[in-house]
């Protein structure tokens, strides 16, 4: 059985910083594509990122270049969201998700498994 668990979410002023965790069970990250999206209020899901050993690692979203990185623990199975100077439009649910392959997506019906989301608002 696949399953994301997301971490880290939480309140945080206009410029700061957090860093998200997924934890991954039931598939590997040599294997499978992952990716993190987001979902602000009233909002359709974007992708932000997506990286897999075949395809490497795809920006989709302009507006996070530069502040936000991705990155992995093969050992524990995990990936991170590590975001900074974060803005009142970073705010939403932020999802980890993984399609299934080794193939990554852009759009969020390709993807077959999901964590339950982890809450970032931005707020001064």
């Known amino acids: 059985q696949v399953q994301l668990v997301e971490s880290g979410g939480g309140l945080v002023q206009p410029g700061g910083s957090l860093r998200l965790s997924c934890e991954i069970s039931g598939l590997t990250l040599d294997r499978h594509a992952v990716a993190w999206f987001r979902q602000a209020p009233g909002g359709e899901r974007e992708n932000l990122f997506c990286?897999?050993?075949?395809?490497?690692?795809?920006n989709y979203l302009d507006s996070v270049e530069g502040r936000f990185t991705i990155s992995r623990d093969n050992a524990k199975n995990t990936i991170y969201l590590q975001m900074s100077n974060l803005k009142f439009g970073d705010t939403g649910v932020y999802y980890c998700a993984a399609p299934g392959s080794e193939v990554c997506y852009e759009t969020a019906r390709m993807y077959d498994y999901w964590g339950q989301g982890t809450q970032v608002t931005v707020s001064s």
């Open positions: 990286f897999s050993d075949s395809d490497g690692t795809i």
